[in-house]
């Protein structure tokens, strides 16, 4: 998705030593058929996870493909090499692209029956449209032939693998986007910590105290100056549709799609009531940014200008990194309750998963198993890359790393059990960019909520359609 790069490049910049360990750690790998899975897995040697010994080691080369740059790809080879050192016969070759040509040429290779063996993959915006059109392996049924625990993830990390009851990939990491605000403000504001049960609208009355025009008025002051704003309450992420927009249009009854991938809600009064209050944030309480003022995506939180952020648990480590210049104050909530009365968090996951046109499944299932293995999910959270879908390892080494307060960290493993739904439709990644599209439009004031959103429901639900 457009936005979830911009995204990440901005992360890459704020904490590019930990983006290099999750994309390391982060490689997916596609599945084969039944048919193909059921051989492998009954064929397959465990040599990484606790099968047969007895069985005959597993040789052969497969090819491995991520989205990423050429500083990640040299962190992945480390990984590979460790790989082939406890699996001699097997040859791992590495491939990969930056975000945009990664799909392009993927979804022509699976088209052609000639996708890498094993490959990255986003499991909230593509896995159900790869899983739907056959070109993926079933690592379900492998996990089961192997004696694979697949019970030892999260289950918000396992739905995310998942697709109509079976199992596509398995996950790398898992990773959520809470809201952190910057205490040194709330206090000179004379406001309180936003208490557990705070709504989107406790938020918005907290903003228009938080944010501050050159002369030091915020924005309740009728003196307030709005053309001279130098401290924001909230910044203005009205186009990342999963990783923002769509949690708050849950926490007010539906989502923006329905889950099964079928209809658009945008014009129901979750979507309505979502949008206007983003669009309210910029121009009619100006506590938000607009576009032109502070381009999309531009971490103004970690700059100390703004006052309420949505933070990813994997920028922990960039944030507590003296030398990228960070010097904030900061605690963290999970995302603010609309009428339903409930948080619902943005959970986030890379698969690997492997190719039904692999000729060669049980090397493809090994390098999978490794990947997403114990050993690779304690370096991601050690260097603060990431979360891991294994509870017992996020509680032994993310509490307990350096990086980030352990009560603020504490609230990212609370969020994972409050997941926003996701989804489950084969173009929900088409969708999403759409979504966020039109939404720009909205928030640069160049249309109407509601014309916009008519626009939006019209795109949608055609993408909807069009399987």
């Not at 379900?140 to 032939?145: F, P, V, Y």
């Not at 499944?361 to 690779?376: L, Q, V």
């Not at 879908?389 to 509490?399: T, W």
């Amino acid at each position: 998705m457009k936005n979830l790069k911009r995204f990440k490049i901005i992360s890459l910049v704020l904490c590019l030593t930990m983006l290099t360990v999750l994309f390391a750690a982060c490689g997916s790998s596609q599945t084969s058929d039944s048919g193909t899975s059921a051989a492998a897995g009954t064929n397959a040697a465990s040599t990484t996870s606790g099968g047969d010994s007895a069985k005959a080691p597993v040789t052969g080369e497969i090819k491995y493909n991520f989205w990423g740059n050429a500083d990640q790809a040299k962190a992945i080879q480390t990984q590979i090499d460790s790989f082939t050192a406890k699996n001699p016969g097997i040859k791992v070759n590495l491939d990969f692209a930056d975000w945009g040509n990664y799909w392009t040429k993927l979804a022509t290779q699976s088209a052609a029956g000639s996708a890498p063996d094993v490959f990255a993959m986003s499991t909230t915006l593509y896995l159900a449209d790869y899983a739907n059109k056959g070109y993926l392996v079933d690592v379900g049924e492998l996990a089961g032939k192997d004696n694979f625990d697949l019970n030892k993830y999260y289950k918000s990390a396992l739905d995310l693998s998942s697709y109509n009851g079976k199992v596509y990939g398995l996950p790398q990491d898992i990773n959520t986007i809470i809201l952190a605000y910057n205490t040194h403000m709330f206090e000179k504001a004379g406001l309180s910590a936003p208490a557990a049960d705070a709504t989107w609208d406790d938020i918005m009355a907290m903003a228009k105290k938080l944010t501050l025009d050159k002369n030091g008025k915020n924005a309740e002051d009728p003196a307030f100056d709005s053309k001279n704003i130098v401290q924001w309450g909230l910044a203005n992420y009205s186009t990342w549709i999963d990783g923002f927009v769509d949690p708050i249009a849950n926490s007010y009854g539906e989502g923006l799609v329905s889950l099964d991938g079928s209809k658009s809600n945008l014009l129901g009064d979750s979507s309505k009531r979502t949008f206007q209050y983003l669009y309210d944030a910029i121009w009619k309480y100006h506590v938000a940014p607009d576009f032109d003022t502070v381009p999309a995506w531009t971490d103004i939180f970690a700059q100390g200008k703004c006052a309420i952020y949505p933070l990813a648990s994997y920028l922990l480590y960039g944030y507590a990194d003296e030398s990228k210049g960070i010097n904030i104050n900061y605690d963290v909530m999970q995302m603010p309750k609309g009428t339903t009365g409930k948080n619902f968090n943005p959970v986030q996951s890379k698969g690997i998963c492997i190719s039904p046109s692999s000729k060669n499944i049980p090397a493809a299932w090994e390098f999978t198993k490794f990947i997403a293995s114990e050993e690779n999910y304690k370096s991601v959270v050690s260097s603060g890359a990431g979360l891991s879908p294994i509870d017992s390892i996020n509680k032994e080494l993310f509490l307990t790393a350096k990086f980030g307060p352990k009560n603020t960290k504490q609230v990212y493993l609370d969020a994972l059990q409050n997941p926003c739904p996701l989804w489950q439709t084969v173009r929900a990644g088409d969708a999403n960019t759409k979504i966020g599209e039109i939404s720009e439009y909205i928030m640069k004031n160049k249309v109407s909520v509601d014309e916009g959103l008519k626009k939006m429901d019209e795109a949608v639900q055609q993408i909807l359609d069009d399987k």
